[in-house]
């Protein structure tokens, strides 16, 4: 099952796998809402997850199929070359990463190889786990149950969309030095180091939407 919101790129998708007889693409969808929908109804074997979607992301999808649906199996294909999104990913039960810019032999072997229970990881994506293996950066364990104002909400989802400071405080019509302050008290707030931290958050808290 495709699920993407740009209809191109799942277009793209499709196109490249019209002449490979063991793919069948059985479904797809535009946002995670649908896409926790539809994979209940279809249970696809694979799920090629986008992560950055309006309303709901991929994965906050990932966290609600995983409980679910277990037996799927999750591969992000995606933009983002963030270490905090890998990192996500894997710990939400992702099979695989894989960025958009790969090849398309690249991205069906992904697919068999988590089709048949196995990893696949772009070499991109397992030089960022390795890093932070090697580095040790575990996250800290956020606090639970922490009130945050409407501001603070707001900021944390775009924030976890993976928008940068420039780009919140642009969208806000705030200063991106605002910006930067918020999410210094936001991480203070929750007892988390890194952007990691405050998806994990998110995640715990269901806070996917205003």
Same mark, same amino acid.
Request: aromatic share 6%; hydrophobic share 45%; net charge positive.
């Given at each position: 099952?495709?699920?993407?919101d740009?209809?191109?790129?799942r277009?793209?998708?499709?196109?490249a796998?019209?002449m490979?007889?063991s793919?069948?693409?059985v479904?797809?969808?535009?946002?995670g809402?649908e896409?926790?929908?539809?994979?209940a109804?279809?249970?696809?074997?694979?799920?090629?997850?986008?992560?950055?979607?309006?309303?709901m992301?991929? =994965?906050? $999808?990932?966290? &609600?199929?995983?409980k679910?649906?277990?037996?799927a199996?999750?591969?992000? !294909? @995606?933009?983002? +070359?963030?270490?905090e999104?890998?990192i996500?990913?894997n710990?939400?039960?992702a099979?695989?990463?894989v960025?958009?810019?790969s090849?398309?032999?690249?991205?069906?072997?992904?697919?068999e190889?988590?089709?048949?229970g196995d990893?696949f990881?772009?070499p991109r994506?397992?030089?960022?786990? =390795?890093? $932070?293996?090697l &580095?040790?950066?575990?996250?800290a364990?956020?606090?639970?149950?922490?009130? !945050? @104002?409407?501001r +603070?909400?707001?900021i944390l989802?775009?924030?976890?969309?993976?928008?940068?400071?420039?780009q919140?405080?642009t969208r806000?019509g705030?200063?991106?030095?605002?910006?930067?302050?918020?999410?210094?008290r936001?991480m203070?707030?929750?007892?988390?180091r890194s952007?990691?931290?405050?998806?994990?958050?998110a995640?715990?808290?269901?806070?996917t939407?205003?």
């Amino acid at each position: 099952m495709l699920v993407d919101d740009h209809p191109i790129v799942r277009e793209g998708i499709k196109s490249a796998f019209r002449m490979k007889k063991s793919i069948t693409i059985v479904g797809e969808a535009a946002s995670g809402e649908e896409a926790v929908r539809k994979a209940a109804l279809l249970k696809p074997d694979v799920i090629l997850m986008d992560i950055n979607m309006p309303g709901m992301g991929g =994965l906050e $999808a990932a966290r &609600r199929i995983g409980k679910s649906l277990p037996e799927a199996r999750i591969l992000a !294909l @995606t933009m983002h +070359e963030n270490r905090e999104y890998i990192i996500e990913m894997n710990r939400l039960g992702a099979k695989g990463y894989v960025f958009k810019d790969s090849p398309p032999s690249e991205l069906v072997k992904a697919i068999e190889t988590v089709y048949h229970g196995d990893f696949f990881f772009s070499p991109r994506a397992s030089d960022q786990l =390795l890093r $932070a293996f090697l &580095r040790d950066e575990s996250v800290a364990t956020p606090k639970a149950s922490v009130r !945050l @104002t409407k501001r +603070e909400r707001e900021i944390l989802i775009l924030i976890v969309d993976g928008m940068k400071n420039l780009q919140i405080a642009t969208r806000l019509g705030v200063t991106e030095r605002t910006i930067e302050t918020y999410r210094h008290r936001l991480m203070q707030k929750l007892n988390v180091r890194s952007v990691a931290g405050l998806i994990k958050f998110a995640i715990s808290e269901g806070i996917t939407e205003l």
